[in-house]
């Protein structure tokens, strides 16, 4: 596979293409983009084996690169994996378009009629890494919002993702759409992405999904906004008046359910008393999921097979099946310690004082602050706003899961009737 | 005056002292801003003859600097002015309470209860020029929606600034809310604002308000998001159907009302048919009023007086009585002129037809979009935000007027009973 030629003029390119492109997008009914959506769905249907065929061979070259088998599961897209990527296309048609809806609307002292009205975006730059099924979310999210896309995958996943970004063209093409709406880039040469980052002008924001490394070089290099998708370190603080079975469920779901995702919870934090009563069968209970512990002192002491913590552990995610461990003297102490170790993204308190419970919710800074449930809920589809192009740590823009809503930005339409100012 | 020693780690104390008062204003009621703000506007009625001593100071210091007339009166400060300031701050008590208000909630099929609701920004950092009242407005407009504000002001009005910040010092103190929450830059030292503009770990965003350079400096050295205030380069369209009384009216009201601020017209736009009818009547008007007429060759050949306008003309932001006037063949024609030469502010249609107003607020992608009213309605105010702490030009958090709410983000509440996910 011979990588076309880039020059400093290919990033541009790219870019006005897409400028031009979302311009149409975003007067463009949801009839037309659905249509479009179910087209993709069955495109992939049918191209399933070439897909794929160019997935295999990215794994061939993965596998002899070294990755991990961890790595090389994201990566892989076989007939059943786009089967369900094409049932998610599909889902994207039954969201509402969030483009020109009414946010708010009020009829001035004088006549004015003022609304707000949802808008897109405009030109989006994704940049993300190794699973390719997300060139496929990122596409139709981003132009069901009426927004238009350049797409910059992984090099481990270039040659699946070139041939969806060809399956996506022709597409586009055949409903008609602008065919500049989703743009792969179609090099892995990593220049062009410093050049993209420079085009503040032409491209409106940037959403960097991926290790932390190539978030802190996007939030560096960018000159248009970013929605960072960060650290992860998630906190279950169990109360003095904790339940033990409900504590024991929601600890294990946010820790063992799915290690690996940044709504894992990294850290159990336990009031002493809530320690006392049950803190060696959980403890019990998660060693035999295979759950590593990493106590303070005090955790430590009352069980076995625990390790100590240190400092640096409490501001790591893990992402695997280590927990931090630290019993606490007060909810005050708690909240503290999610301030000064936690990563704002999700962290859950369970109890059964409703004061514990209203402090927690106003205190805790977080995303998302979970009551007497698994951190685990914190996404885009647990909460009801359909897929998700990622979740933002940032406070800025958007917050959380980011869905269809969240890619959008609005404008004022004035209606008068003569009016002038006095 | 002696500014106070400045070291490196001087913006770097600014900025914790800010962080750790913005984690305290985030939980305080409405009822305790409010008293303060009560406070504030007594205290600056008190201290109203030290205020206008200090910016007499001030106004000296510029008047042999050289400053225009026009900015004389920006900086002057005097106690008419410091009473209009005292009734500012009184009407923000009048304003809802961003803070905790249920943007949107939703009981999921789990049962889980899933609301979003508004939380401060954090800590922002504001950075304008010269009117001292402007210390005031976003003293109060940022404290009343949560957030901990570092204030710098322009060296002009330093004198006034440090008698501003030290009575908001005070009254902050005399309220018991947190000391910190407001911090004038108690220098004119530059090298300070690279300082703050570095901290992007400790400052949630940044808004520039003031001329072109500032804005670019601060876009540029920004680490934390910027909430840009930049060129208006505003338009009104006469459509061929338009009233020729109406269009009169709206015309002279954008472009006379106050030529100075963002909100005003620069450029005249009509349709043939609406040339033909009434340019040169209302050319007279215009001219009447002591504007300056620089139009394209069909509307300079239909009048006299007018000069011949340059394609810069139509990218200026004149700021002052000077109107680009260019005839158009079309809907169309108009919207492609304000795409290209516009910087997506506020535009304005003057209208009977339904198809034009409907086209027109679809595909003009301004910040507001106005149908037979004056341009000059862009404002927090006429909008119904109340006060506002600029008018964004950027679509990203937010676009057009920044009230209370645009100084807020969001966080989701997720309440259990123990649900975990399966």
Redesign the interface.
Known sequence: MVPPAITPSYARELALQSRSAA?SL??LNAARKNAWLKRLAADLRTAAASIESANDMDLQAAQAAGLSSAMLDRLKLNRERVESLAKAVEAVVTLPDPVGEVIAG?R?PNG?Q?NRVR?P??VVLFIYESRPNVTIDAATLCVKSGNAVILRGGSESIRTNLVLGDLIAGSLRAEGLPEHAVQLVRSTDRAIVGDLLSMGKLI??AIPRGGRSLIERVTREATM?VIKHFDGICHVYLDASA?V??ST??V???KC?RPGVCNAAETLLMHRDAAADFWPALARTLQDLGVQLRCCPESLAAISGGVAASDQDFHTEHLDLILNVRVVDSLDQAISHI?TFGSAHTDAIVTNCLAA?ARF???V??????????T???DGG???LGAEIGIST????A??PCGLREMT?????????????G
């Open positions: 311009t975003a007067c009020e001035r004015l003022v808008v975006l405009g409106d924001v906004p339940d079975r409900m469920d929601i294990i779901n946010s359910q301030r419970a919710e106003a205190e800074d977080s995303a998302a602050v979970v009551i007497n449930a698994s685990r809920f914190n647990e909460l009801g940032d406070r800025f823009h917050r959380g930005s609005y404008k004022y339409i004035i209606r008068g009737s003569g009016q002038v100012r």
